[in-house]
DNA sequence: CAGTGGTCTAGACCACTGA
DNA sequence: CAGTGGTCTAGACCACTGA
């Protein structure tokens, strides 16, 4: 272990274990060098480390202080489905329902981002496993950032997958929620209306341009997400 | 803008727009440094950022290459419920049902951690906000990594709360799902049995000790996780 | 204005590993 | 075995900011 991790560690030990409280004074890092007899690069790289994870606050001639509280962020696993039902072992399928380019209405609910994009593509399907539908999916897709998505066949790959390989995006937000199953797509999904589903919006960002939002049901006990903080 | 961070941003830059593409070679520390005129640490200073940032991937003698995808990893807000209410101006309460000091049942199923931390705290309550139901919320707090919670007063605060307060977690696994309401809880939301809730089922641990194990259920609509990646 | 952190240099020795 | 990254040193100059 280098010593810049030793450091680190010894640190970040007596934060998690309470020794040091928030806003408790870290020594400088004359003090630590002094302490672990090492030049100043390696205590500021054990320094630097921890207030870029959030546990320590930095700030000149102050000095060195415990961060307020560990911010309550997690890392969510969002994975590509059809990735996903893969590695469970089952046949993944997306089944296209309609697929139409038109400009943004005001039923579509849409951000101020895609409503100003122009043409968008609109694209409606089912993702099943092993032939079972375990989700219902609304897609618009920006053909200003997009145009080469025309030429895409959604019947060999879902828009999703599609637009992960070919235009990554950079920065996305999602809304996680439960909704009862709506009339107009229950029955692609062999449920019957008001059942409980799991609904994922997700709004994507190649830099500063819309790409894609995406509204998905997921059948109830079908898919879950799961988000884990901490060193595991 | 420091030089590091200047040489990092380039080279991401060049990750985003597909200038460089996963696999690709980046130069090494030695043509960066001769390139940006600068000694080997400040290049090294970049390219490590950029490393723990999972865009490259390095490797002695075989040099460093951009990493296969950018890891569909999000941050996850999980807040303090009764800090989330309150920030929307609402009321908040908890309402406590029952609470019991008891081993582990097999009905409860627990993960191995709580099956055999000895005696539990058991604990079930609603979440309101305005006097509204909002959620249901089962936990079970392992009395032996925290045996002074059975001093702890649930009509002032939730037991979520307290946690967060005596003991914040250093580690934490959520599952976030949908299910329909189930008869044994669903009164206490004044909602339908079946009607479709989110369901958030959380384990904590502080280190290696189990500490807590919640489940939650949000009426459709009264409650959204939000998760945000990039530089938003 | 003195102590602190932010950054950078020009070296060094080493471990690893693929040509 | 030669090139690469990992780590570390002993300095330096500077910007910031609170005593």
């Known amino acids: 272990m280098a010593l810049h991790d030793r450091i680190r560690t010894e640190i970040e030990g007596q934060i998690l274990s309470g020794t040091l409280q928030p806003g408790d004074k870290v020594p400088s890092e004359l003090e630590l060098m002094a302490h672990y007899g090492c030049s100043r690069m390696t205590v500021s790289k054990a320094l630097t480390a921890l207030s870029g994870a959030g546990l320590l606050q930095r700030r000149k001639r102050a000095g060195t202080v415990v961060?307020?509280?560990?911010?309550?962020?997690?890392?969510?696993?969002?994975?590509?489905?059809?990735?996903?039902?893969?590695?469970?072992?089952?046949?993944?399928?997306?089944?296209?329902?309609?697929?139409?380019?038109?400009?943004?209405?005001?039923?579509?609910?849409?951000?101020?981002?895609?409503?100003?994009?122009?043409?968008?593509?609109?694209?409606?399907?089912?993702?099943?496993?092993?032939?079972?539908?375990?989700?219902?999916?609304?897609?618009?897709?920006?053909?200003?950032?997009?145009?080469?998505?025309t030429e895409a066949d959604f019947s060999v790959e879902s828009p999703g997958s599609w637009l992960l390989r070919h235009i990554p995006w950079t920065e996305a937000e999602n809304r996680i929620g439960a909704v009862g199953a709506h009339p107009d797509w229950a029955a692609r999904l062999n449920i019957a209306p008001g059942t409980a589903c799991l609904s994922i919006e997700r709004k994507t960002w190649r830099g500063d341009e819309r790409i894609t939002l995406v509204r998905q049901k997921f059948v109830a006990g079908s898919f879950e997400l799961v988000a884990r903080f901490g060193a595991a």
Chains 1, 2 share one sequence.
Do not use: N
């Open 67 to 149: 961060a307020p509280r560990p911010t309550e962020t997690m890392v969510l696993d969002v994975p590509d489905l059809a990735v996903e039902i893969a590695r469970r072992g089952q046949a993944y399928r997306f089944q296209l329902i309609g697929r139409d380019i038109r400009p943004p209405r005001p039923e579509d609910e849409l951000d101020e981002g895609l409503a100003r994009a122009g043409l968008l593509l609109f694209v409606r399907g089912v993702h099943s496993a092993d032939d079972e539908p375990i989700a219902y999916e609304e897609r618009f897709i920006s053909l200003t950032a997009v145009p080469e998505i």
